[in-house]
């Protein structure tokens, strides 16, 4: 199997890079590195799902408002990401995120989606990758 994604070193915050065969198969990536960082000793189950749309100006507007969405649903209603089904169209998203209560989990805190060092592009035909850094 390929890399789904992976962590960079940062001074402060979370550096990841996550890679896909297609955009859709990118932001799904980059929910599980989300889940994986929140969760580092325990698998996030997936009980629950919630359905988000999202529209933005391009990709990289589109990838920080999905993040920033799965961080809401943390602190708005305790719903903790393991995974992620998307479907990208014209800087568009629908998506249906899986997870679970926050509360059964030891959860590490993320403050924040942000732009710094971020970037979503196909670097060869098939194989896409974003980065992104996120406030901790």
Not at 13 to 21: N, Q, R, S
Not at 50 to 66: C, G, M, Q, V
Not at 72 to 81: G, I, N, P, S, T
């Amino acid at each position: 199997m390929e890399k789904e994604f992976v962590f960079l070193e940062h001074p402060s915050d979370i550096k990841f890079k996550a890679f896909g065969k297609n955009l859709d198969e990118v932001f799904e990536n980059t929910a599980k590195a989300i889940s994986s960082y929140l969760s580092p000793d325990r698998k996030v189950e997936s009980k629950k799902s919630k359905k988000i749309h999202l529209r933005a100006s391009d990709l990289e507007s589109l990838l920080y408002s999905f993040v920033d969405e799965i961080l809401f649903l943390l602190d708005a209603e305790k719903f903790v990401v393991s995974k992620a089904k998307v479907s990208i169209n014209d800087n568009q998203m629908e998506a249906e995120i899986f997870g679970d209560n926050s509360k059964e989990y030891e959860i590490k805190q993320i403050k924040a989606a942000t732009y710094a060092d971020m970037y979503i592009k196909e670097i060869a035909e098939g194989n896409w990758e974003c980065q992104m850094v996120l406030d901790v």
